[in-house]
């Protein structure tokens, strides 16, 4: 309750919306950092492939 006062919500409806708005919020920034991940991973997995298929064709002899 001291939180609250401090931070100017003084009413349970008030903390309620607000408790409900930063749980809504974190789930949000959860989902956003899983899709990035993914982007991330796939991107990933793509350039894999692509330097297999170049050094299995010759193209790309370099060791990494």
């Not at 903390?15 to 959860?30: E, K, M, Q, R």
């Not at 990933?44 to 193209?59: F, H, Q, V």
């Amino acid at each position: 309750p001291e939180l609250f006062a401090k931070i100017g919500i003084t009413q349970f409806g008030d903390a309620l919306w607000t408790s409900l708005a930063v749980f809504f919020a974190s789930i949000g920034l959860i989902l956003v950092a899983q899709m990035a991940r993914a982007v991330f991973d796939a991107a990933d997995a793509a350039a894999d492939l692509a330097r297999r298929e170049r050094y299995r064709l010759g193209i790309d002899d370099e060791d990494d």
